[in-house]
């Protein structure tokens, strides 16, 4: 066992935190979950990763000599020394958690924020595999997205790089983000942003539509009941990609990535989705810039940890 090294991916959320211990060679030798105690302003939640690190090398007989180190995605802004730049979801303010879990633990910690952590993962052992310059773009209740260039994530001057999410698609909205601005790609590119849309849509006027008979709307019954040919949602679903397209073309002028990777709960939707993105995109896109490839996410939930046991592997 002594000649094995080792590394520990740890992926912060707002409810549980995601961990996992790796061989050196990415190898995941288990997975496991522990609650997230949001209590005191988040101020136990190194305390309790660090506890569960130990436990697990006593269980493993892991000697610290052996461990690499531990990467770690935050859900917020992180700037590429380790310092959060405020994480709203957990109640930290700013502060350098990779030297403070350091210092805990007595091991190598590098952190990034938790969708470009996430980023890495896909292109490491995901939907971007065999690539080095990769865009993700995470679909959920947010928009979140990750940028890889030369197999590095981009953070940023003060840990933002990558917050597909917020950029502006629509100066004319009226409501706001909930990042305070209004007109978000997260507003029409989310689960949240379909069912939006898909509400608004069916005020407009009284054209025929399934999506009627339902007393709660979600953005999976959209795309359902496009898929079944339902005019009404076939034009949402064309609004949301149209959105998309639009935003995903612009960041690959200013990147030109490889491939786009499409992931998070939205992405489920499948092709009616992708394509209908593709067929904007391709729309939209700087001529140099349209061969860009489309894949789906693979590694679902478990994207964060083998992004951060990607983060402390040597290069």
């Known amino acids: 066992m ?9 992926d912060i959320g707002g409810t549980t935190i995601k961990m996992g211990l790796f061989l050196e060679d990415g190898s995941l030798i288990e997975k496991w979950e522990i609650p997230t105690d949001k209590t005191n302003e988040g101020s136990n939640i190194l305390d309790d990763i660090a506890k569960v690190i130990e436990d697990k090398m006593v269980e493993h007989d892991i000697i610290k000599e052996n461990v690499i180190g531990v990467g770690m995605g935050i859900p917020g802004p992180v700037k590429a020394d380790g310092t959060v730049n405020r994480c709203v979801n957990l109640g930290w303010g700013v502060f350098n958690a990779a030297t403070e879990l350091e210092n805990k633990i007595g091991l190598t910690v590098k952190v990034g924020n938790d969708a470009n952590v996430a980023a890495l993962g896909e292109m490491w052992q995901g939907g971007g595999k065999g690539y080095e310059d990769v865009v993700v773009v995470t679909l959920g209740t947010g928009v979140g997205g990750g940028i890889i260039i030369g197999g590095q994530m981009v953070s940023g001057a003060t840990g933002a790089g990558g917050e597909i999410g917020h950029m502006t698609m629509n100066r004319d909205e009226i409501e706001n983000c909930g990042c305070g601005k209004s007109g978000c790609l997260e507003q029409y590119a989310s689960a949240t942003g379909v069912v939006r849309l898909a509400k ?16 709660e709307i979600t953005s999976k019954d959209v795309f359902d009941f ?9 034009q949402i679903v064309d609004k949301v990609a149209d959105y998309l397209g639009l935003a995903l073309a612009n960041i690959t002028c200013v990147v030109n990535p490889q491939v786009i990777v499409i992931g998070g709960g939205v992405s489920k939707a499948g092709s009616i989705l992708t394509e209908t993105v593709e067929k904007h995109f391709r729309e939209n896109a700087f001529h140099a810039c349209r061969t860009t490839e ?3 996410a693979k590694l679902g939930n478990d994207a964060g940890i083998y992004g951060g046991m990607k983060l402390v ?3």
């Open 313 to 315: 592997m040597p290069v």
């Open 200 to 215: 608004r849509r069916l005020k407009q006027n009284d054209d025929p539509s399934e999506l009627r008979s339902l007393k």
């Open 294 to 296: 489309f894949k789906l």
């Open 2 to 10: 002594e000649n094995k090294r080792y590394g520990f991916g740890v």
């Open 226 to 234: 496009a898929k079944q040919k339902d005019e009404v949602a076939l």
